[in-house]
């Protein structure tokens, strides 16, 4: 952490040192840049897991609004439509929504809408709903759209969709920080952290990195095992299984 945070502050003085040249001088030798860093690269998930906040800070060489993406990588999730049959509600219609990100967090300075126009905010994957519409649905789908929403709202309950703006702080147009929080549900593997400064509308620089989600302990080796060996794993839960049952029905006899 401390060497994160010593890199982070030489990168930012050889950004602000050409402030001391003219600005005719600064503009023919300094290309827009955004530094970046976190607190961490690397979360680790365990059966006490219940969220986390990732620090998430930088330079920039100019200035302008900055957005903050994380993104983990896509996942499937199964939803199901409450019909009324009478006076009751029963589960009907289910669909597999697949082909997209299981974590979409993004903290921006400023309203979205503000920063960049709908067509920006497609290219990069910053609007929900616009990340629905590229998934894949099985079976397909007539009234799409009225899933895309279920599923979003269902996505922001968990908290695994979330847009914060005006979330990032950025000091003496130079320096940004802010927090991403994960939830304490979400996918495992390589998440993808992005970082833009926009200006006009425009993009004028980005910086990218990675974090790994990863399960360690005891859960981490029931999900190895449960993968290279699954028909032992299935033959040895079975006959635990089994000796509990058995155990508790001793001990409800004796009790009784």
């Not at 993968?227 to 508790?248: D, I, M, N, S």
């Amino acid at each position: 952490m401390q060497k994160k945070v010593l890199q982070i502050c030489l990168l930012a003085c050889a950004l602000l040192l050409p402030a001391m040249v003219p600005m005719a001088a600064q503009a023919s030798v300094q290309a827009p840049n955004v530094v970046l860093g976190t607190g961490t690269d690397k979360v680790d998930v365990t059966s006490r897991f219940r969220g986390r906040d990732i620090l998430v800070f930088g330079a920039l060489s100019h200035s302008g609004e900055v957005i903050v993406v994380l993104r983990s990588p896509d996942s499937a999730v199964a939803v199901t439509r409450k019909t009324q049959m009478g006076p009751i509600w029963i589960t009907g219609k289910k669909v597999t929504v697949s082909q997209f990100p299981g974590v979409l967090l993004i903290n921006s300075s400023a309203s979205l809408d503000k920063i960049l126009p709908a067509a920006g905010r497609n290219a990069l994957g910053l609007d929900p709903r616009g990340i629905l519409e590229k998934a894949k649905y099985e079976p397909e789908l007539r009234d799409k759209a009225a899933w895309e929403s279920a599923v979003i709202a269902a996505k922001e309950r968990q908290g695994t969709y979330q847009v914060r703006s005006e979330s990032v702080t950025i000091q003496d147009g130079r320096l940004f920080s802010t927090h991403l929080h994960l939830p304490a549900s979400l996918p495992l593997g390589t998440y993808e952290l992005g970082v833009y400064l926009v200006n006009h509308g425009k993009i004028l620089a980005q910086s990218q990195q990675k974090i790994d989600v990863q399960q360690v302990g005891l859960e981490e080796w029931i999900a190895d095992y449960a993968e290279h060996q699954p028909w032992l794993y299935g033959v040895v839960l079975t006959l635990f299984l089994a000796f509990l049952g058995l155990g508790l029905g001793i001990v409800m006899q004796r009790k009784s």
